[in-house]
């Protein structure tokens, strides 16, 4: 089994947000707000609109003055909301299921498996970025949640490397969950296949690369229907303690393998 597959690795999460405590406050503070005022904290844009939400960013970005880094910690804040308020559903894609769902699609219905989660890809082998000066970065995973009116929202996470400090986040535009049927075969690219990686010894280490958001789409409408497909996925575990590796996940967390519907890891 390879290293990436061993185990669940710390997540953006618990980068993002790691005092347990601080954040249960600020959850309840937000979601009784939404209550209060009739709004749905699952829902984007009315989630950014709650008073609470916009104190916690001016909070935490006072003394950031980086372009972006407010909305991209709105946006992360809005999915660590909905991550938690789903019961914090860690997701590990070993590398067998991520080659398979790169050139086939499960049979099933892209249904997801819960309304917010966080998928986990095996580290470095998935890239984006690389054009010009442009520095490629690894993707760790993506954050997927849908709102009360089936719209999916995807933030995915890049960079996150035990030598570095923070990680890297970019959000797709939201989409309709009820399309995810047709990005399952959709060809994304106008040349070259979806998925393959222009860096170099990308093809030699079968690296894939990652250019356009609809290829996210149909990279998670697969998952969707892979995991509807198998059914009911291994139980969640834990890391184990004694390891070489990245840090490991203090989350429970899925084992997504490969293998025919109804074997389970």
Same mark, same amino acid.
């Given at each position: 089994m390879s290293l990436h597959d061993k185990y669940a690795r710390l997540t953006p999460f618990e980068i993002a947000f790691p005092e347990d405590s601080a954040f249960s406050e600020?959850?309840?503070?937000?979601?009784?707000e939404a209550m209060e005022r009739g709004l749905d904290p699952s829902n984007l844009q009315e989630f950014m609109s709650l008073t609470t939400v916009g104190k916690a960013v001016r909070d935490f970005t006072a003394e950031d003055e980086r372009p972006g880094?407010?909305?991209? /910690?709105?946006?992360?804040l809005f999915?660590?909301?909905s991550f938690v308020a789903a019961g914090s559903q860690l997701f590990l894609l070993e590398t067998g299921a991520t080659r398979h769902l790169i050139g086939h699609s499960a049979s099933a219905l892209p249904r997801p498996p819960v309304s917010a989660g966080y998928l986990q890809l095996p580290q470095h082998l998935f890239w984006s970025g690389g054009a010009g000066d442009q520095r490629p970065e690894s993707l760790d995973g993506m954050f997927w949640n849908v709102s009360g009116a089936g719209s999916l929202h995807v933030m995915v996470i890049t960079g996150l490397l035990p030598e570095r400090p923070g990680f890297g986040a970019f959000t797709l535009p939201e989409a309709p969950v009820a399309d995810a049927s047709e990005w399952l075969h959709v060809q994304v690219r106008d040349t070259g296949d979806d998925f393959s990686s222009g860096l170099e010894g990308g093809e030699l280490d079968e690296l894939y690369s990652v250019e356009a958001a609809g +290829?996210?789409?149909?990279?998670?409408?697969?998952?969707? &229907? /892979?995991?509807? +497909?198998? %059914? +009911?996925? &291994?139980e969640a575990m834990l890391a184990p303690s004694d390891n070489s590796g990245p840090r490991p996940s203090d989350l429970p967390y899925v084992r997504v $393998?490969? %293998?025919?519907? %109804? $074997?389970?890891g």
């Open positions: 600020l959850m309840v503070t937000i979601r009784t880094v407010a909305h991209r /910690y709105a946006g992360l999915h660590g909301v +290829e996210i789409l149909k990279f998670l409408a697969r998952f969707f &229907a /892979y995991v509807s +497909e198998k %059914g +009911e996925l &291994a $393998q490969f %293998g025919e519907p %109804g $074997q389970h």
